[in-house]
């Protein structure tokens, strides 16, 4: 099946890490995303995993990936007031049609 | 490199009444997708495109909804009549083929009153 769900709302401090969760059902996935929306604009993707990698590290970004839970985090390192959006993650499988499914997005919020 | 143009940014029609989207997609890409976001969920596949050919619509309702790649580059989604429920975001995406990263556009918000 496919459904990919998320927390609604994670509330930081500026400075702090964030930490992202998500979980996916279709075993079968083969790369998981993670886009970026701001207000009033597309979504801007920040970093994508293979679905044979554990990790991957970006800068301040780091995905951790849990094949056996399904479950998908990214953790974002002294976090920032620019952070301040809804983050998405979305998986596909490679075939002739990739289509990403989305989950309903979780609103980052950082404090000042 | 220029991004995934899309216009117009803003449309408010009156229900039953129609009304187009235009996307433009990154130079090359052969694959193009319409997403619908309504507020407060992710974008969900409408349409995928490759180049001028349909992949995926099985989740466009066609009894009102149409879009169309004619020359492999641009594209079009059209609405027809609309209904309170088609309020939404509406994106278009591009990648270089099936199964590469996809770039989004800024997108069309329709609000249907």
């Known amino acids: 099946g496919e459904d990919v769900e998320q927390s609604l709302f994670l509330s930081v401090r500026e400075g702090d890490s964030s930490v992202i969760n998500c979980t996916y059902t279709d075993s079968s996935s083969t790369y998981l995303y993670w886009y970026k929306q701001e207000p009033g604009a597309g979504l801007q993707l920040l970093t994508y995993?293979?679905?044979?990698?554990d990790m991957k590290q970006d800068q301040r970004l780091t995905v951790l990936l849990n094949k056996k839970d399904k479950h998908l985090s990214l953790r974002i390192a002294d976090t920032q007031t620019g952070d301040s959006a809804i983050y998405f993650c979305?998986?596909?499988?490679?075939?002739?049609?990739?289509?990403?499914?989305f989950g309903t997005g979780t609103l980052l919020a950082v404090q000042p | 490199e220029a991004g995934v143009a899309q216009s117009p940014r803003y449309k408010i029609i009156e229900k039953r009444q129609s009304v187009a989207f235009w996307c433009n997609p990154i130079?090359?890409?052969?694959?193009l997708y319409w997403y619908q976001q309504i507020l407060g969920q992710g974008p969900k596949l409408l349409i995928q495109?490759?180049?001028?050919?349909?992949?995926?619509d099985s989740q466009l309702p066609k009894d009102r909804f149409s879009a169309e790649r004619l020359k492999g580059v641009d594209s079009t989604l059209k609405i027809q009549p609309a209904k309170l429920e088609d309020s939404a975001v509406y994106l278009c995406a591009s990648s270089l083929v099936s199964g590469n990263i996809q770039y989004f556009g800024a997108g069309t918000r329709l609000s249907v009153l």
């Open positions: 995993i293979f679905s044979n990698m």
């Open positions: 495109f490759q180049n001028n050919g349909v992949v995926d």
């Open positions: 979305a998986e596909s499988k490679y075939g002739a049609t990739n289509k990403l499914i």
């Open positions: 130079s090359g890409h052969a694959t």
